[in-house]
């Protein structure tokens, strides 16, 4: 198994940037493909972003991200990371980092097993 820790959220003004880091123990980071998800008040759980196990080849995004937002990692620290950029009011929620073993990205929330508990990111306009 792999434990997750999220960090980096905080409150920025729109058109800021922020990024969230994703701190994995317990098992082989490389192994997992990790995905980034948020969810609002009021609102489902969605996908953002994930990346591939191994070297990350492999990236997926929601189109309401698209162009924005950048998924990467660093096996060498068992870090994924979610660079957010040119951010809005409609990106505020709570966003999850999530690990899936040895598959390819997925936007299907059921598609990973392991999830840390969340970090805040509001965007005021």
């Known amino acids: 198994q792999v434990q997750l820790v999220e960090s980096g959220g905080g409150l920025v003004q729109t058109g800021g940037s922020l990024r969230l880091s994703c701190a994995a123990s317990?098992?082989?980071?490389?192994?997992?493909?990790m995905g980034w998800f948020r969810q609002a008040p009021g609102k489902e759980r969605e996908f953002v972003a994930a990346?591939?196990?191994?070297?990350?080849?492999?990236?997926l995004y929601a189109d309401s991200v698209k162009g924005r937002f950048t998924i990467s990692r660093d096996n060498a620290k068992n870090t994924a990371y979610l660079q957010m950029n040119s951010l809005k009011p409609e990106d505020t929620a709570v966003y999850y980092c999530?690990?899936?073993?040895?598959?390819?990205?997925?936007?299907?929330?059921?598609?990973?097993?392991?999830w840390g508990r969340g970090t805040q990111v509001t965007v005021s306009s």
């Open positions: 999530a690990a899936r073993f040895l598959s390819l990205p997925v936007i299907s929330i059921g598609g990973y097993l392991f």
């Open positions: 317990g098992r082989t980071f490389s192994n997992y493909t």
């Open positions: 990346i591939s196990w191994g070297a990350g080849g492999r990236t």
